[in-house]
């Protein structure tokens, strides 16, 4: 037995046709008018993109530049300090020098020298470690020696010999001290 393959054709009238390209056509200008789009937002996107890169190059060049200032001219402040310490010593040095100069002037004129230079180094967060009376603490003293003393309490220091200094509380140089033992 046989079988007929019968084809089945449909009859398009010229008016189906013509609305079916109108359907076609108004589906493809509907897809231009959105790849134009994504085209022109992917542009808009890698402009973006590329701006905000050189954005990022020239934030790594200006911190850049600000770091390489803050290390070449962090004691600037500091500096400038020293100058007032420098000017006092070199005015007192000129009086001193002179005919008329009297060793109390002189005194009196380094003591206020020492106080203007230990109010600088405080104002820079240096402070003076002068534990006199005070227990012994390994950790910001050093021990030149130890003296046998009963009437005083033991692990005490009894005189300051160079007192130390911390910065910002990071100890700089430890106070050498002498202990009673």
Sequence with gaps: MTKKKEQKT???SPKEVNEESSVDSDAVKDLETQLVDAQQSAKDNWDKLLRSQ???EN???????DLENAHK???????KALLEVKDSLSIGLKLATDENASLEHTVEGFKLTNKVFTSTLEKFGVETVDPKDEKFNPELHEAV?????????????LEVVQVGFTLNGRLVRPAMVIVVQ
């Design 145 to 157: 020696t130890m003296i046998p003393m009963p009437d005083k309490k033991s692990n005490t220091v």
């Design 73 to 79: 001219y962090a004691l600037d402040g500091f500096v």
């Design 54 to 56: 050189a954005e990022m």
């Design 10 to 12: 449909q009859k398009v």
């Design 59 to 65: 934030l790594k060049r200006r911190t850049s530049k």
